[in-house]
């Protein structure tokens, strides 16, 4: 699985730990990503497609917390 940086504080794989999956109301898979540097989670989406929505990372974050 591939790991981006986190959108908020930048932190590198290495400070992120997988936490959850998430499915998305288009049926998209995304994985919820954990940053030890902030003690936050952000969504690590897959698909190219997803990609080129460029959807505000704010947007996806609030999409995670209401679990
Ligand atoms: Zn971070």
Same mark, same amino acid.
């Given at each position: ?7 908020? *504080?930048? /932190?590198? /794989? $290495? =400070?992120?730990?997988? =936490?959850?999956?998430?499915?998305? &109301?288009?049926?998209?898979?995304? #994985?919820?990503?954990?940053? &030890?540097?902030?003690?936050? #989670? !952000? *969504? @690590?989406?897959?698909?190219?497609? !997803?990609?080129?929505? &460029?959807?505000?990372?704010? &947007?996806? @974050? *609030? /999409? *995670? /917390?209401? $679990?």
């Amino acid at each position: 699985m591939r790991i981006r940086p986190c959108p908020r *504080c930048g /932190a590198i /794989a $290495e =400070h992120l730990a997988y =936490h959850n999956r998430y499915t998305l &109301k288009s049926g998209q898979m995304a #994985t919820v990503i954990r940053c &030890k540097q902030r003690m936050g #989670t !952000f *969504c @690590d989406r897959y698909g190219a497609a !997803f990609y080129d929505l &460029k959807t505000p990372e704010e &947007k996806v @974050d *609030c /999409a *995670c /917390a209401s $679990e």
